[in-house]
Structures are given as C-alpha cells and as structure tokens.
Nanobody, 126 residues
Framework: QVQVVESGGGLVQAGGSLRLSCVVSGRTFSRCTLAWFRQAPGKEREFVSLISRSGGSTSYADSVKGRFTISRDNVKNTVYLQMNSLKPEDTAVYYC???????????????????WGQGTQVTVSS
C-alpha cells in the first residue's frame, strides 16, 4: 500500500521561510517522479514544482520560481520543498504527489499523478 505523508506546514509571516517534507512508501521511491501542488480556498489545485527520478531535473511554476527549491533524498524516500520569501498569496494547502509510470521528464498536471498525500496547510500572514 502506498503512503504519501507531508509535514512541515504552518503559519509564517510574509518574507519568512518554511520547509515541507514528504515521505513516500510502498513504491520504489527512486522510480517516482515527485511533485508539489497547492490549492487555495475556492481555487483549483495548481502545479508548484516537480523533480525527476534522479533529482537532476526540476521545474517550477512562474509564481514560485527563484523562491522555492525542490529536492529529494532517495535514501530517505523523502522529497522536500524549501519555501523562502513567502507571500500571502502562497497561502494554500500543499500536496505532495508521486507517480512511477512516467518514463520521460514531465508531470505538470494533477491527472499525471497516481499517489497523493493528505496535504499540509501553509498560511502566510501579511
């Protein structure tokens, strides 16, 4: 059984930082493309960042580029999202997603991921 468990959310002032973590078990972690999505109240879930199976390639939404950094540890079966210079508009529930079916780089949409965590709330106050 696949488990995807996020942690690290919380309340932070604008300009602050948070680091999200996500542990994936039940699949061969090194074969998984991993991503972070977020969903603000009343909005659709949107892509934030993804990382390739090896960790050698990453992508970011324009809204977070230069502020967020995704990384993975294939020994600890963990993916991270370091979020710096946080803004009130970053407030959302952040979801970790994993999928081991892809053989090429990509995965920018919700439909491309089979496994999801329950989400962790990030709130940025102004």
């Amino acid at each position: 059984q696949v488990q995807v468990v996020e942690s690290g959310g919380g309340l932070v002032q604008a300009g602050g930082s948070l680091r999200l973590s996500c542990v994936v078990s039940g699949r061969t972690f090194s074969r998984c493309t991993l991503a972070w999505f977020r969903q603000a109240p009343g909005k659709e879930r949107e892509f934030v960042s993804l990382i390739s199976r090896s960790g050698g390639s990453t992508s970011y939404a324009d809204s977070v580029k230069g502020r967020f950094t995704i990384s993975r540890d294939n020994v600890k079966n963990t993916v991270y999202l370091q979020m710096n210079s946080l803004k009130p508009e970053d407030t959302a529930v952040y979801y970790c997603a994993a999928d081991d079916r892809r053989t090429n780089y990509g995965g920018y949409t919700v439909a491309e991921y089979a496994y999801w965590g329950q989400g962790t709330q990030v709130t940025v106050s102004s």
